[in-house]
């Protein structure tokens, strides 16, 4: 698995994974009706816009030539219709979603410390996540790569659906 640094270029198929990860790693956690919604280039406009800006950074895994999972980083902003959650100092990772195809292969956990090491090379100290409360799975995979949980919860939405992410956080030595 190779992982290289993404380009605006990179935004559909960034978008397609993330796509196919939520449709495979939230199913029973949001609801049926936003996942059967969701459509491979839901994020794509968004993407190649702040990759271009440099508003944010994407990593991309590949396994040969084909995709296999992305990690989106950089400055911490605020969802839309939401105020503060950033930590001073602290790197953010926005995203990190693995295809289901490639899941269980060690390619999240390439992406996360690439990610890290990416935003202590910008001089972070520390970087943090969300990740969605009821996502078991998720927290088990943050808490085994050295994240905890600091107490800080975010309101957010999938559509019409209330959901909770939780901030983790993790320091860097």
């Known amino acids: 698995m190779e992982i290289v640094q993404a380009t605006s270029q990179d935004g559909a198929k960034i978008s397609r994974i993330f796509a196919a990860s939520w449709k495979k790693g939230y199913k029973g956690l949001v609801a049926q009706d936003y996942l059967d919604g969701l459509r491979p280039d839901h994020w794509t406009a968004f993407l190649e816009e702040a990759l271009e800006s440099g508003k944010l950074w994407a990593l991309l895994a590949l396994e ?37 195809d490639y899941m269980g292969r060690g390619c999240g956990t390439a992406l996360l410390q690439a990610g890290e090491a990416a935003l202590k090379a910008q001089g972070y100290g520390c970087c943090f996540l969300y990740v969605l409360d009821t996502n078991a799975a998720a927290r088990r995979f943050y808490e085994k790569q050295g994240y905890a949980w600091d107490g800080y919860a975010l309101s957010c939405r999938a559509g019409e659906q209330p959901l909770v992410d939780l901030r983790y956080r993790k320091e860097f030595s």
């Open 64 to 100: 040969g030539e084909k995709p296999a999972g992305a990690l989106a980083y950089g400055a911490y902003r605020p969802p839309t219709g939401s105020q503060g959650g950033g930590i001073p100092g602290g790197g953010y990772i926005q995203a990190l979603y693995v295809h289901p």
